[in-house]
């Protein structure tokens, strides 16, 4: 059974950073590509990056050069480095590994509020 535990959110003012920890279990992790999303308050959760198994990584273009996604894969863990955070920024993160062919699974997510 996949879980999903992320952490390291909090309260941050704008121009600040975070970093953002998400511990995978329960699949090979070293052979997945994994992705991190944001739900910003009374929207949907969307995309924003992923780290591939070869450590590549794609983001969104509102992130881009603020984000920066790594994997641990002796840790089965996957970081999330945001900075120059934004109050657009708020909202709830969330991680989870591309397991194609499967319903996505996902964890509670970490918060991250920006004040301005």
């Known amino acids: 059974q996949v879980q999903l535990v992320e952490s390291g959110g909090g309260v941050v003012q704008a121009g600040g950073s975070l970093r953002l920890s998400c511990v995978v279990s329960?699949?090979?992790?070293?052979?997945?590509?994994l992705a991190w999303y944001h739900q910003a308050p009374g929207y949907q959760r969307e995309w924003i990056g992923n780290?591939?198994?070869?450590?590549?990584?794609h983001y969104v273009d509102s992130v881009k050069g603020r984000f920066f996604i790594s994997r641990d894969n002796a840790k089965s863990t996957v970081y999330l480095q945001m900075n120059n955070l934004k109050p657009e920024d708020a909202g709830i993160y969330y991680c989870?590994?591309?397991?194609?062919?499967?319903?996505?699974?996902w964890g509670r997510g970490s918060q991250v509020a920006v004040s301005s």
């Open positions: 329960g699949i090979f992790f070293d052979s997945h590509t």
């Open positions: 989870r590994p591309i397991l194609p062919g499967k319903d996505p699974v």
């Open positions: 780290i591939q198994t070869d450590s590549l990584t």
